[in-house]
């Protein structure tokens, strides 16, 4: 069932990357995020209240909190990252070179996670990385 939830992400994510890239003609990246963020914690906030985990809040431990506020730090800064660098560069190559965090994503999960590393795993990161370089060079060279 996991992998079709992980479908559905990307499907979104692509979505997220071309509606932003059009939408940010003649509007600052910033208050592009900042509008959307609206929609973010209004929707999330909803589903939470629906399911009815409004009450779980209380059960998170101190860990739990530290590592929440730090990811939601760190997607904060990714997508205002991103934004500014859709703002100004191709959707197709911008989103590229940004998804090579897919790979860091890899080897952190394997250095802190003591997640299992395959040959797969590591074939699959390589191609990650060929295909974001190659892309990367193609642009470059277009110029």
């Known amino acids: 069932m996991?992998?079709?939830?992980?479908?559905?992400?990307?499907?979104?994510?692509?979505?997220?990357v071309v509606l932003t890239k059009a939408g940010l003609k003649n509007v600052d990246s910033n208050l592009a995020f900042a509008i959307?963020?609206?929609?973010?914690?209004?929707?999330t906030w909803g589903i939470v209240t629906v399911q009815g985990n409004f009450t779980a809040l209380k059960e998170i431990d101190q860990k739990g909190w530290i590592l929440l506020v730090l990811a939601g730090i760190a997607t904060t800064l990714s997508t205002v990252f991103s934004y500014k660098a859709l703002s100004i560069g191709p959707a197709a190559y911008v989103t590229t070179v940004e998804r090579l965090s897919l790979v860091i994503a890899v080897i952190l999960s394997?250095?802190?996670?003591?997640?299992?590393?395959?040959?797969?795993?590591?074939?699959?990161?390589?191609?990650?990385?060929?295909?974001?370089?190659?892309?990367?060079?193609?642009?470059?060279?277009?110029?």
Do not use: Y
């Not at 590393?117 to 060079?137: R, S």
């Open 2 to 16: 996991w992998i079709l939830w992980a479908l559905a992400a990307a499907f979104s994510a692509a979505l997220v």
């Open 36 to 43: 959307q963020a609206v929609f973010i914690f209004c929707i």
């Open 110 to 143: 394997i250095v802190f996670l003591k997640e299992k590393f395959t040959w797969q795993l590591g074939l699959g990161v390589t191609v990650m990385i060929a295909g974001a370089v190659l892309i990367a060079v193609s642009q470059a060279a277009s110029k």
